[in-house]
């Protein structure tokens, strides 16, 4: 075996490993963001800056893996709350047409995932004073990012125990192709997000 084949074989088994500490740390710790999950996970198994981390599709199929294998029942119950959860949610905002994305709608959502809405107001101001007037408490809290792509504002509250996360944006984005995770991404009407729970019934 060549010099070059073996570095290629050290190299995927480190890409693999990291990719497998990813999806545990996001599993287990709860962080939620792919970029920093693999960083940290670099980090802890000493891998050199130039390793090529692997790509947030293989931390997310390593950890649908570790979620089937270890945290099954627990996970598909804790979903099953979160998605009916995220449906009175939504049909309480109804009149802001919210979409549901992120983990609790593509299903790896774990033990500390938010569930994640998104509005596109006229003003973000309206839904603020919405929640207030149906007795809901929430935080404001500044977006994750900056750029185009960030909301005008974040509100959190709770609802049967689960946090929500509500990111409004301007009108104008919901038309944008949207992109997370260096993929398109995913959304869900109310009707969906129902449509998806009438199919897990048992």
Do not use: W
């Not at 004073?129 to 974040?154: D, S, T």
């Not at 997370?180 to 997000?193: H, I, Y």
């Amino acid at each position: 075996m060549s010099h070059h084949d073996r570095n290629a074989l050290r190299h995927n088994a480190m890409r693999r490993s990291i990719a497998a500490l990813a999806a545990r740390l996001m599993a287990e710790d709860g962080i939620s963001d792919y970029r920093f999950a693999k960083r940290k996970a670099a980090r802890q198994l000493g891998a050199p800056e130039t390793e090529a981390l692997p790509n947030n599709a293989e931390i997310e199929a390593e950890l649908r893996a570790y979620q089937a294998i270890y945290q099954e029942d627990e996970q598909r119950e804790r979903l099953l709350e979160m998605r009916k959860t995220a449906v009175e949610v939504m049909r309480l905002l109804e009149p802001f047409h919210p979409y549901l994305t992120g983990p609790v709608l593509d299903g790896t959502a774990g033990r500390y995932a938010d569930i994640d809405l998104e509005a596109f107001p006229d003003n973000s101001k309206e839904v603020e004073i919405f929640l207030l007037n149906q007795g809901i408490r929430f935080e404001q809290n500044e977006p994750k990012r900056g750029g185009a792509e960030a909301p005008e504002c974040v509100l959190t509250f709770d609802c049967n125990d689960f946090p929500v996360r509500l990111s409004l944006y301007e009108p104008d984005a919901e038309r944008a192709h949207k992109r997370r995770n260096g993929r398109t991404a995913e959304r869900a009407r109310l009707s969906g997000v129902e449509a998806m729970l009438k199919s897990s019934a048992p």
